[in-house]
């Protein structure tokens, strides 16, 4: 093990075990020999992707963040992880402490995969938000909640803008997904982390309190608010069982992971993304109600043609269970009833693109 120490304020030691590299970080008061706190995150013996420029490593609530510079923007390259772990049985609360989910309430879980935020919790109640309220009036800036300073939660488009920079929705999941089975489970499809964004599958904790798809599922918040803005949020992420980068919505009172991105005011000059409703990318197709105990309908929006759209609906261990061709219909009912319940991707082709949504059954 080696250690050193950064004066004054807090303190950084090292080590290896079992061919994976540790950090920790000792936050430290008078008299020197105590510690506030200690936290160790995994980080890959190898970072691909460059640190931002001017700006390597933010030290925020006790853990080290690295940051990697992905095209124009600027990103965290671990889930965040500040706040008081508040039991799954619980919601989080407006109460001026910062409060997060460990999945399965293992605190060891949160300093791997970071924690899980309900969004209102992530963006702090800004403008009365809460999971089942929208804000009022819309953020016409920046949205910081639980970030540090100078860092935000990123809009729907910002997420968009990282999946056209790596080539389209097809590919971008592997190409930020972290390689291998450290974390992942397999096959872990074309995991590269190309870029050095590592999305790691910390999984969710949904409304009923429970956890699910450690392993499997890296979900990320947006600050965008749904097609139901008083309860619906756009998300982003990717899957161990497939290339393509997943998106769609989620309730509220879920709980996900967490990434900012640096302030494009303090980037290069450019101004402040408003989040106002003309800016927010939208996607072209929604799927409702997710999640579903048995139906879900699909919408497309936009100028489809509506004569070729083909519906493949995957369950997460890339098994198509259902295959369908659309013919003129801009609105269509499909039937789950039959299916087991859990997590499901539903991929629409129209025009020669292709969007991945998720879908949930649950009883």
């Known amino acids: 093990m080696k250690n050193f120490s950064l004066l004054l304020l807090f ?19 008078k008299p020197p020999s105590t510690i506030l706190h200690k936290r160790f995150i995994a980080i890959p013996d190898t970072l691909p992707g460059g640190a931002c420029n001017g700006i390597s490593i933010v030290v925020y609530g006790g853990d080290i963040l ?25 919601n989080q609360t407006d109460n001026g402490i910062i409060e997060k989910y460990c999945y399965d309430d293992l605190d060891s879980l949160c300093k791997v995969y970071g924690g899980l935020y309900q969004w209102s919790e992530m963006v702090q109640y800004l403008n009365g938000a809460n999971n089942t309220t929208n804000w009022n009036p819309i953020p016409t800036g920046d949205v910081q909640g639980i970030c540090p300073g100078g860092w935000h939660i990123p809009t729907n488009g910002e997420w968009g803008a990282l999946v056209t920079y790596l080539g389209g929705v097809g590919v971008a999941g592997g190409m930020i997904k972290e390689k291998g089975y450290t974390h992942y489970l397999f096959p872990n499809t074309a995991a590269t982390n190309s870029v050095g964004f590592t999305a790691l599958p910390a999984g969710e904790r949904w409304s009923n309190g429970n956890f699910y798809y450690k392993g499997k599922d890296a979900i990320f918040w947006t600050v965008s608010p749904g097609y139901n803005p008083n309860t619906d949020v756009y998300y982003r992420g990717a899957s ?14 879920t709980g996900l992971s967490t990434r900012c991105l640096k302030d494009r005011s303090l980037n290069n000059g ?65 039937s789950m009833v039959d299916f087991s319940d859990g997590l499901y991707f539903v991929m629409v082709t129209a025009d020669g693109s292709t969007e991945i949504l998720k879908l949930i059954k649950m009883k």
């Not at 993304?273 to 072209?284: A, H």
């Open 66 to 90: 690295y940051t990697v510079e992905i095209g124009s923007q600027c990103w965290f390259k671990n889930n965040l992880s500040v706040g008081t772990k508040i039991n799954s049985n619980q």
């Open 11 to 29: 303190g950084l030691s090292v080590f290896t075990a079992s061919a994976q590299t540790y950090i920790g970080i000792d936050i430290q008061i």
């Open 270 to 334: 450019l101004k402040s993304t408003l989040i106002s409703e003309g800016e927010v990318e939208k996607p072209s197709m929604l799927i409702y109600p997710n999640p579903t105990n048995g139906n879900f309908t699909l919408l497309l929006k936009g100028d489809h043609d509506l004569e070729n759209v083909e519906v493949k609906v995957y369950t997460m261990d890339g098994v198509m269970v259902m295959n369908e061709r659309l013919h003129g219909e801009k609105q269509h009912e499909f």
């Open 240 to 253: 161990y069982s497939i290339a393509a980068s997943t998106n769609g919505q989620f309730y509220k009172v």
